[in-house]
């Protein structure tokens, strides 16, 4: 990592300036409810052009014109919504931070969605650490030269279409008590949209609305946040509002067939240096000697609910529907971070904007550290110095 940036932070942090920060960072906001860590990560040049180069291969797949056809079963019959569009409106790729055979840091890709992730609280973000801690104004979490008015205008082009922000409603199930609902209220901010459940919406037809006071208000594009993973075994929220997979008359943004496409069903597709070496299970010849080198891990879940780590023998033979696993050669995380008490894992997520009718952009990123076994909030509780974070670059 840019070692100047890193010592200069580490000598002047203290516990107060951390306190300090967390305030800013929930001022006029509820509270978060996940960790934010201490620090962000300063991203050197070589380590952001390999992300860009690694991003760029998996968009080349994305693209070519036989990727639907390819990704075709990865959507499950049951959660298959019509009306689907050309391309994802949001791409994010993970990448671990690891060393190679010659102890060079090299990012290796760990997964990637074709759905939106924390595109309004990264830049929030951002300012607050290089506010409360005095750091250097020009670095950014934006990439391509792009300024903070220049990726809010994407972001605005992205979710909101040809439409009126009043047309427009960002949507999840309880979306004001999810666990990201300060990216909900930061983008509501941005764009002016509303933010509501799929019970606050009503259909008469194909049409959808919204109550707003004595008026009623058509919806006409919907910024989807809802995970259908998380509401597989209780789709009653449907039946109070409406459901998605029926015929309507809406645009989405992005459209939810696109979060199974681009996901771990991807990466048996994906070859090259930055892509650890990965299979579907129902494709598996022989079971590899060294299985400890590998992690299984399910085709259909989130949040990294489901993977094994330590993968046996008898943990493939017992699976039921190996057609929905893939068995993936693990990467070693290295420590790079700096922290004043050792090193600690990290991993940085690309994410792209894709407005109708252009190209994908790589426009700002997300980062985890860690010090557990895996990555993510919930593995890290009772850690310092790690959590949600972001990548700041010189400009």
């Known amino acids: 990592m840019i070692k100047k940036y890193r010592q200069a932070f580490n000598s002047g942090f203290s516990q107060e300036k951390y306190?300090?920060?967390?305030n800013e960072l929930e001022d006029g906001y509820p509270p978060i409810p996940f960790r934010v860590a201490e620090c962000p990560i300063f991203i050197p040049e070589e380590l952001k052009q390999q992300l860009i180069t690694a991003g760029n291969e998996i968009i080349n797949l994305i693209k070519q014109p036989n990727f639907k056809e390819l990704?075709?079963?990865?959507i499950p019959k049951d959660w298959t919504v019509p009306n689907e569009n050309n391309h994802p409106h949001f791409l994010t790729f993970d990448f671990g931070l690891c060393k190679d055979e010659n102890g060079e840091i090299v990012p290796m890709?760990?997964?990637?969605?074709?759905?939106p992730s924390l595109y309004g609280f990264q830049m929030h973000l951002a300012n607050t650490y290089k506010k409360v801690y005095g750091l250097e104004k020009s670095l950014t979490p934006l990439f391509n030269g792009m300024t903070e008015g220049g990726y809010f205008d994407v972001l605005?082009?992205?979710?909101?279409?040809?439409?009126?922000?009043?047309?427009?409603?960002?949507?999840?199930v309880d979306a004001i008590n999810q666990?990201?609902?300060?990216?909900?209220f930061v983008t509501a901010k941005k764009t002016?949209?509303?933010?509501?459940?799929?019970?606050?919406?009503?259909?008469?037809?194909?049409?959808?609305?919204?109550?707003?006071?004595?008026?009623?208000?058509?919806?006409?594009?919907?910024?989807?946040r809802l995970i259908f993973d998380e509401i597989a075994d209780d789709t009653t929220v449907f039946s109070k509002g409406f459901d998605p997979r029926e015929e309507l008359d809406i645009e989405w943004a992005t459209h939810p067939n696109w979060f199974y496409r681009i996901s771990k069903y991807t990466m048996p597709f994906l070859k090259g240096k930055f892509v650890p070496k990965t299979q579907f299970l129902n494709q598996l010849d022989t079971i590899p000697a060294d299985l400890e080198n590998y992690v299984l891990k399910p085709l259909f879940s989130f949040a990294g609910m489901g993977v094994i780590i330590d993968v046996k023998a008898s943990d493939i033979l017992s699976i039921k529907d190996p057609e929905n696993w893939i068995l993936q050669r693990k990467v070693s995380y290295e420590p790079v971070i700096e922290a004043p008490d050792g090193g600690v894992k990290a991993e940085l997520r690309l994410m792209y904007l894709w407005p109708d009718g252009e190209e994908p952009q790589l426009s700002v990123n997300l980062a985890r550290l860690?010090?557990?076994?895996?990555?993510?909030?919930?593995?890290?509780?009772?850690?310092?110095?790690?959590?949600?974070?972001?990548?700041?670059?010189?400009?």
């Open 71 to 74: 990704t075709e079963k990865a």
């Open 156 to 172: 605005k082009k992205v979710i909101m279409g040809k439409h009126l922000p009043h047309e427009v409603v960002l949507m999840d």
């Open 192 to 224: 002016g949209i509303k933010i509501l459940s799929p019970e606050q919406i009503t259909k008469e037809g194909k049409h959808l609305f919204y109550q707003e006071g004595a008026n009623k208000i058509q919806i006409k594009r919907i910024y989807n």
């Open 179 to 184: 666990k990201t609902a300060i990216d909900f």
């Open 19 to 22: 306190n300090t920060f967390l």
């Open 370 to 395: 860690s010090r557990g076994k895996m990555i993510g909030v919930r593995y890290n509780a009772d850690f310092d110095w790690v959590g949600g974070t972001v990548g700041l670059m010189e400009s």
């Open 109 to 115: 890709l760990i997964e990637m969605q074709g759905f």
